[in-house]
Protein backbone atom coordinates (compact mmCIF):
# COMPACT_ATOMS: atom_id res chain seq x y z
CA UNK A 1 0.00 0.00 0.00
CA UNK A 2 1.42 3.14 -1.20
CA UNK A 3 -0.73 5.43 0.95
CA UNK A 4 0.95 5.33 4.14
CA UNK A 5 -1.42 8.20 5.67
CA UNK A 6 -3.62 8.03 8.60
CA UNK A 7 -6.53 10.49 9.89
CA UNK A 8 -5.11 10.97 13.30
CA UNK A 9 -1.97 10.76 15.58
CA UNK A 10 -3.54 8.48 17.69
CA UNK A 11 -4.83 6.00 15.35
CA UNK A 12 -1.52 6.13 14.18
CA UNK A 13 -0.09 5.16 17.06
CA UNK A 14 -2.53 3.02 18.45
CA UNK A 15 -0.70 -0.60 18.40
CA UNK A 16 2.17 0.70 20.02
CA UNK A 17 2.26 -2.17 23.33
CA UNK A 18 3.29 -1.88 26.93
CA UNK A 19 7.03 -2.22 27.24
CA UNK A 20 7.48 -1.13 23.90
CA UNK A 21 11.18 0.35 22.31
CA UNK A 22 10.80 3.38 20.57
CA UNK A 23 13.48 5.62 18.60
CA UNK A 24 12.54 9.38 18.96
CA UNK A 25 14.00 12.12 16.73
CA UNK A 26 14.46 15.88 17.48
CA UNK A 27 17.78 17.42 19.14
CA UNK A 28 16.96 19.50 22.28
CA UNK A 29 13.38 20.42 21.30
CA UNK A 30 14.03 21.01 17.46
CA UNK A 31 12.08 18.44 15.87
CA UNK A 32 9.99 17.14 18.63
CA UNK A 33 7.31 15.05 17.28
CA UNK A 34 4.80 16.37 19.96
CA UNK A 35 1.36 14.97 18.64
CA UNK A 36 2.74 11.78 18.49
CA UNK A 37 4.26 11.59 22.13
CA UNK A 38 0.83 13.81 23.12
CA UNK A 39 -0.90 10.95 21.54
CA UNK A 40 1.23 8.22 23.36
CA UNK A 41 0.67 9.85 26.36
CA UNK A 42 -3.40 9.61 26.05
CA UNK A 43 -3.40 5.85 24.89
CA UNK A 44 -2.13 5.02 28.77
CA UNK A 45 0.91 2.55 27.75
CA UNK A 46 3.51 2.66 29.67
CA UNK A 47 7.16 0.92 30.57
CA UNK A 48 8.68 2.53 27.34
CA UNK A 49 12.51 2.11 26.86
CA UNK A 50 13.00 4.95 24.75
CA UNK A 51 16.38 5.97 22.72
CA UNK A 52 16.76 9.51 21.75
CA UNK A 53 19.32 12.21 21.65
CA UNK A 54 17.52 14.04 24.76
CA UNK A 55 14.62 13.87 26.88
CA UNK A 56 12.85 17.26 26.09
CA UNK A 57 11.88 19.85 29.22
CA UNK A 58 10.01 18.94 32.38
CA UNK A 59 6.92 20.57 30.10
CA UNK A 60 7.51 19.84 26.59
CA UNK A 61 8.53 16.93 24.08
CA UNK A 62 9.28 13.44 26.17
CA UNK A 63 9.45 15.14 29.33
CA UNK A 64 5.32 14.91 29.59
CA UNK A 65 6.03 11.05 29.16
CA UNK A 66 8.88 10.75 31.70
CA UNK A 67 6.98 13.04 34.06
CA UNK A 68 3.62 11.12 33.68
CA UNK A 69 6.03 7.72 35.05
CA UNK A 70 5.87 5.84 31.14
CA UNK A 71 9.53 5.56 30.68
CA UNK A 72 11.41 3.18 32.42
CA UNK A 73 14.29 3.38 30.13
CA UNK A 74 16.10 5.77 28.40
CA UNK A 75 19.09 5.44 26.01
CA UNK A 76 20.54 8.70 25.16
CA UNK A 77 23.68 11.42 24.79
CA UNK A 78 22.28 14.17 27.08
CA UNK A 79 19.82 14.84 30.16
CA UNK A 80 19.62 18.78 29.25
CA UNK A 81 17.48 20.90 30.81
CA UNK A 82 15.42 18.63 32.58
CA UNK A 83 15.51 18.64 35.98
CA UNK A 84 12.68 15.54 36.22
CA UNK A 85 14.73 13.56 34.39
CA UNK A 86 17.56 13.84 36.35
CA UNK A 87 15.36 13.42 39.87
CA UNK A 88 14.36 10.09 38.62
CA UNK A 89 17.50 8.98 37.52
CA UNK A 90 19.47 9.69 40.31
CA UNK A 91 16.64 8.18 42.75
CA UNK A 92 16.39 4.93 40.92
CA UNK A 93 13.19 5.36 38.93
CA UNK A 94 14.88 5.40 35.77
CA UNK A 95 17.18 3.36 33.49
CA UNK A 96 19.61 5.39 32.03
CA UNK A 97 22.28 4.00 29.61
CA UNK A 98 24.10 7.21 28.56
CA UNK A 99 25.85 6.82 25.36
CA UNK A 100 28.53 9.50 23.09
CA UNK A 101 26.67 11.70 20.35
CA UNK A 102 27.86 10.83 17.79
CA UNK A 103 27.95 7.03 18.67
CA UNK A 104 24.49 7.07 19.51
CA UNK A 105 23.90 8.77 16.14
CA UNK A 106 25.92 6.06 14.26
CA UNK A 107 23.85 3.15 16.46
CA UNK A 108 20.62 4.69 15.14
CA UNK A 109 21.97 4.51 11.47
CA UNK A 110 23.41 1.45 11.59
CA UNK A 111 20.31 -0.19 12.96
CA UNK A 112 18.42 0.55 10.07
CA UNK A 113 21.36 0.19 7.47
CA UNK A 114 21.15 -3.69 8.83
CA UNK A 115 24.37 -3.46 10.30
CA UNK A 116 25.35 -5.40 13.79
CA UNK A 117 27.50 -3.52 15.15
CA UNK A 118 30.62 -1.29 14.33
CA UNK A 119 34.07 -0.44 16.01
CA UNK A 120 34.98 3.61 16.61
CA UNK A 121 37.79 5.55 18.89
CA UNK A 122 34.93 7.41 20.93
CA UNK A 123 34.67 6.43 24.65
CA UNK A 124 38.29 4.61 24.56
CA UNK A 125 40.00 4.76 28.01
CA UNK A 126 36.99 5.89 29.82
CA UNK A 127 33.74 4.30 31.34
CA UNK A 128 32.41 3.82 27.98
CA UNK A 129 34.65 1.30 26.75
CA UNK A 130 35.79 0.02 30.20
CA UNK A 131 32.24 0.00 32.06
CA UNK A 132 31.23 0.86 35.42
CA UNK A 133 28.83 3.98 34.25
CA UNK A 134 25.51 3.96 36.68
CA UNK A 135 22.54 2.32 34.74
CA UNK A 136 20.54 2.27 37.59
CA UNK A 137 20.51 3.73 41.02
CA UNK A 138 18.76 2.52 44.43
CA UNK A 139 16.72 3.80 47.00
CA UNK A 140 20.14 4.47 48.64
CA UNK A 141 22.30 6.49 46.50
CA UNK A 142 23.89 3.40 45.51
CA UNK A 143 24.63 1.61 42.04
CA UNK A 144 22.71 -1.34 41.72
CA UNK A 145 23.61 -1.89 37.92
CA UNK A 146 26.45 -0.50 35.62
CA UNK A 147 27.53 -0.52 32.32
CA UNK A 148 29.32 -3.67 31.10
CA UNK A 149 33.20 -3.79 29.62
CA UNK A 150 33.05 -3.66 25.57
CA UNK A 151 35.17 -5.87 22.93
CA UNK A 152 38.26 -3.25 22.53
CA UNK A 153 40.80 -4.31 19.16
CA UNK A 154 43.66 -2.55 17.62
CA UNK A 155 43.18 -1.32 14.02
CA UNK A 156 45.77 0.35 11.75
CA UNK A 157 43.16 2.97 9.50
CA UNK A 158 45.75 4.92 7.20
CA UNK A 159 48.76 2.57 8.77
CA UNK A 160 48.76 3.82 12.18
CA UNK A 161 47.37 1.48 14.71
CA UNK A 162 44.81 2.54 17.46
CA UNK A 163 42.16 0.90 19.59
CA UNK A 164 38.61 1.22 18.72
CA UNK A 165 35.45 -0.12 21.02
CA UNK A 166 32.73 -2.06 19.30
CA UNK A 167 29.30 -0.31 19.49
CA UNK A 168 26.24 -2.32 18.89
CA UNK A 169 23.79 -1.32 17.03
CA UNK A 170 20.51 0.29 17.74
CA UNK A 171 16.95 -1.27 16.40
CA UNK A 172 13.52 -0.60 18.19
CA UNK A 173 10.09 -1.97 17.67
CA UNK A 174 8.54 1.89 16.75
CA UNK A 175 10.20 5.30 15.32
CA UNK A 176 8.52 8.84 16.01
CA UNK A 177 9.70 11.58 13.85
CA UNK A 178 8.50 15.47 12.76
CA UNK A 179 8.76 16.80 9.65
CA UNK A 180 8.68 19.70 7.59
CA UNK A 181 6.85 18.14 4.63
CA UNK A 182 5.82 14.66 3.59
CA UNK A 183 4.38 12.87 1.04
CA UNK A 184 1.76 10.06 1.16
CA UNK A 185 4.83 7.39 0.54
CA UNK A 186 6.46 8.77 3.37
CA UNK A 187 9.32 10.43 1.81
CA UNK A 188 10.53 13.48 4.34
CA UNK A 189 12.13 16.92 4.08
CA UNK A 190 13.37 17.69 7.45
CA UNK A 191 13.63 21.60 8.65
CA UNK A 192 17.36 22.76 10.01
CA UNK A 193 18.26 21.31 13.40
CA UNK A 194 15.38 18.69 13.26
CA UNK A 195 17.44 16.85 10.61
CA UNK A 196 20.24 15.86 13.34
CA UNK A 197 18.66 13.09 14.51
CA UNK A 198 15.23 12.17 12.89
CA UNK A 199 16.62 10.65 9.76
CA UNK A 200 18.75 8.45 12.06
CA UNK A 201 15.74 7.52 14.14
CA UNK A 202 13.79 6.45 11.51
CA UNK A 203 15.88 4.40 10.25
CA UNK A 204 16.46 2.66 13.24
CA UNK A 205 12.45 1.82 14.09
CA UNK A 206 10.91 -1.74 12.96
CA UNK A 207 7.63 0.86 12.14
CA UNK A 208 8.45 4.48 11.72
CA UNK A 209 5.49 6.98 11.97
CA UNK A 210 6.15 10.47 10.85
CA UNK A 211 4.30 13.71 11.61
CA UNK A 212 4.28 16.00 8.95
CA UNK A 213 3.19 19.93 9.13
CA UNK A 214 2.81 19.73 5.23
CA UNK A 215 1.37 16.45 3.20
CA UNK A 216 1.45 16.55 -0.80
CA UNK A 217 1.05 14.55 -3.47
CA UNK A 218 3.57 12.35 -4.55
CA UNK A 219 5.79 13.81 -7.07
CA UNK A 220 5.35 17.12 -5.40
CA UNK A 221 8.85 17.20 -3.44
CA UNK A 222 11.90 17.60 -5.52
CA UNK A 223 13.99 13.89 -5.33
CA UNK A 224 17.29 15.89 -4.41
CA UNK A 225 15.61 17.86 -1.66
CA UNK A 226 14.02 14.44 0.23
CA UNK A 227 16.24 13.96 3.50
CA UNK A 228 14.70 9.97 4.00
CA UNK A 229 13.28 8.18 1.72
CA UNK A 230 9.63 6.34 2.13
CA UNK A 231 11.30 3.00 2.33
CA UNK A 232 12.19 3.35 5.87
CA UNK A 233 8.50 5.38 6.92
CA UNK A 234 5.48 3.50 7.09
CA UNK A 235 2.82 5.44 8.46
CA UNK A 236 2.62 9.65 8.32
CA UNK A 237 -0.05 11.51 9.67
CA UNK A 238 -0.80 15.70 8.76
CA UNK A 239 -0.49 17.65 12.32
CA UNK A 240 -0.74 21.23 10.65
CA UNK A 241 1.35 24.25 11.63
CA UNK A 242 -0.50 25.32 14.03
CA UNK A 243 1.60 23.33 16.15
CA UNK A 244 3.77 24.94 19.66
CA UNK A 245 7.33 24.84 18.80
CA UNK A 246 9.10 25.72 22.29
CA UNK A 247 12.68 26.86 22.68
CA UNK A 248 14.48 24.52 25.41
CA UNK A 249 16.85 27.60 26.52
CA UNK A 250 16.73 31.24 25.14
CA UNK A 251 20.08 33.53 25.24
CA UNK A 252 18.97 36.14 22.90
CA UNK A 253 18.27 38.55 25.84
CA UNK A 254 21.35 38.80 27.09
CA UNK A 255 22.51 39.14 23.13
CA UNK A 256 20.19 41.97 22.65
CA UNK A 257 21.16 43.62 26.07
CA UNK A 258 24.76 43.63 24.77
CA UNK A 259 24.41 44.63 21.57
CA UNK A 260 21.45 47.25 21.90
CA UNK A 261 18.63 47.96 20.25
CA UNK A 262 19.67 46.39 16.65
CA UNK A 263 16.98 45.68 14.51
CA UNK A 264 18.66 42.12 14.45
CA UNK A 265 17.30 41.11 17.64
CA UNK A 266 13.53 42.60 17.60
CA UNK A 267 10.69 40.08 17.30
CA UNK A 268 8.81 39.88 13.99
Known amino acids: ?6 ESAGAAVADIPESASIA ?17 LE ?8 VSNNCGTDEHGLGILLGAGRISKMTSSYVGENKEFARRYLNGELELELTPQGTLAEKLRAGGAGIAAFYTRTGVGTQVAEGG ?4 YGPDGEIVQASQPKDQRDFAPGGETKTFVLEESIVTDYALVHAAYGDRHGNLVFNK ?10 MAGKICIAEVEHLVEPGELDPDSIHLPGVFVHRVVEVGTDIEKPIEKRTVQAASAAMGDSPLTKEG
Do not use: C, E, H
Not at 30 to 37: C, D, E, F, K, Y
Not at 133 to 136: A, E, G, T
Not at 193 to 202: H, K, L, M, T, Y
Open 1 to 6: MLDKTY
Open 24 to 40: VGGFGLSGNPNALIRAI
Open 43 to 50: SGVGDLKV
Open 133 to 136: LPQR
Open 193 to 202: AARQFSPVAA
